[in-house]
């Protein structure tokens, strides 16, 4: 049997060269990798910037909430799940408005489909760190005496979305958008009741919030669609 040597000889025309050629960085491959590290160095930063003004242990803001508060691996498993199906949200569009203007192509759907990648990036940001229940009123004082503003200014933020984008919305499939916002508002009222107003209002309110989030998937889904079959 020949020595490894001779075995990743590229004389031989085994798969050293195209590996090694393969490996070796292309043009722009540095410039990609500068904007992931980057942003993610700055995040890591960050939070050793609030470990110290906050003195709070730089492990309880690295590791996983249920690992550090000791809690069952499944607590809070359909809010998670709810991240995850905005996080596709979110990317989705995003993704889409990126590669149609790489290729020339954004039309007419390059507004849409940014402006609901943010918007489903926001509503992502807020409902992963608790923004207008917690971190607003704790550290900016906005909403400390009710989510009510907070959500008033989400609302504009989604008329906005809504009006501006709505001949581009209505090439899409938009019985799906009113289909999730349905969810969302029905999910809003039952929040508003008392607390012991009706058996299984937990489950009602998060589970109306969490099939609103799917079907708001889905519709920025048919949206990229009609973008790509227009860009095509």
């Not at 904007?35 to 709070?56: Q, T, W």
């Not at 990317?91 to 849409?112: I, N, S, Y």
């Not at 918007?119 to 207008?132: I, K, R, S, V, Y």
């Not at 989510?147 to 019985?175: K, N, S």
């Amino acid at each position: 049997m020949p020595p490894p040597a001779q075995l990743l000889n590229p004389a031989r025309g085994d798969l050293a060269a195209p590996v090694q050629s393969a490996l070796a960085p292309r043009a722009g491959d540095l410039r990609v990798l500068g904007a992931v590290m980057v942003p993610g160095v700055l995040v890591l930063l960050g939070i050793a910037g609030m470990s110290l003004a906050s003195g709070e242990h730089v492990g309880n803001l690295t590791r996983d909430p249920m690992a550090v508060v000791r809690a069952h691996p499944l607590t809070g498993v359909l809010s998670n799940l709810g991240a995850i199906l905005w996080s596709a949200g979110a990317a989705l569009p995003l993704f889409t408005w990126l590669a149609l203007r790489a290729l020339g192509a954004a039309g007419r759907f390059q507004g849409v489909l940014l402006g609901g990648g943010l918007l489903t990036g926001l509503l992502l940001a807020d409902d992963l760190f608790m923004l207008h229940e917690g971190l607003y009123p704790r550290y900016l004082g906005l909403g400390a005496d009710g989510e009510g503003p907070i959500l008033a200014l989400y609302g504009l933020a989604l008329a906005a979305y809504l009006v501006r984008g709505r001949e581009r919305l209505l090439e899409a499939r938009p019985f799906l958008l009113v289909v999730a916002l349905a969810c969302f508002a029905a999910s809003v009222l039952v929040d508003q009741l008392p607390k012991d107003a009706m058996r299984g209002r937990a489950l009602i309110e998060d589970g109306a919030k969490f099939l609103g989030i799917g079907t708001w998937l889905a519709f920025q889904g048919s949206v990229c669609l009609a973008a790509l079959r227009e860009g095509s």
